[in-house]
């Protein structure tokens, strides 16, 4: 079976500062990836997704993953994080079709004013 | 819009008692799905349903049972609940079952089982 791995569990920034997750994934046929973001009291929702071309990929508020097929990573990034990017976040995968996705752990991220 | 609500919130259950927690959503959605969230496990699938009338086993379907008799509607069954069952529950839906469907998550409901 598939797994998917996010090393940074609790992650700490100032505003301004860089942001990158890591995500990877056990599987070396063809993947769907995909980042969810949960903000505190909300729902689980979609920051991104990509299913082949421009391994690059841009989601919303800003962010941004790069699918890079030989680390069989897909990790996330934004240049400069702002205090209401506080949330956790899950890296998943699919890859069998039929939408069942495998999630990460979650990366717990706190920005500090 | 609604989306996709859940009930109950939260629960207090004894051990050994029957729970079923509801999901519906207004979309007309075709794919459904149930998620348990564990801390230091990330979100697991425990059932799901690719349209109205079938259903299939995730990654940790034992001691949980769903139905999908319409559309809208997706409950999940704890028939005897166990204390490892406590969790917060996540209800999913998609347009499809396809890939490329972004999934649309409820708020969840938080399950303790004393």
Known sequence: AQSVSQHNHHVILSEAASLELGCNYSYGGTVNLFWYVQYPGQHLQLLLKYFSGDPLVKGIKGFEAEFIKSKFSFNLRKPSVQWSDTAEYFCAVDTGGGNKLTFGTGTQLKVEL | ?114
């Open chain 2, 1 to 114: 819009i609604a989306g996709i609500t859940q009930a109950p919130t939260s629960q207090i259950l004894a051990a050994g008692r029957r729970m079923t927690l509801r999901c519906t959503q207004d979309m007309r959605h075709n794919a459904m799905y149930w998620y348990r969230q564990d801390l230091g496990l990330g979100l697991r699938l425990i059932h799901y349903s690719n349209t109205a009338g079938t259903t299939g086993k995730g990654e940790v379907p034992d001691g949980y049972s769903v139905s999908r008799a319409n559309t809208d509607d997706f409950p999940l069954t704890l028939a005897s609940a166990v204390p490892s069952q406590t969790s917060v529950y996540f209800c999913a839906s998609s347009g499809t079952s396809g890939a490329t469907d972004t999934q649309y998550f409820g708020p969840g409901t938080r399950l303790t089982v004393l």
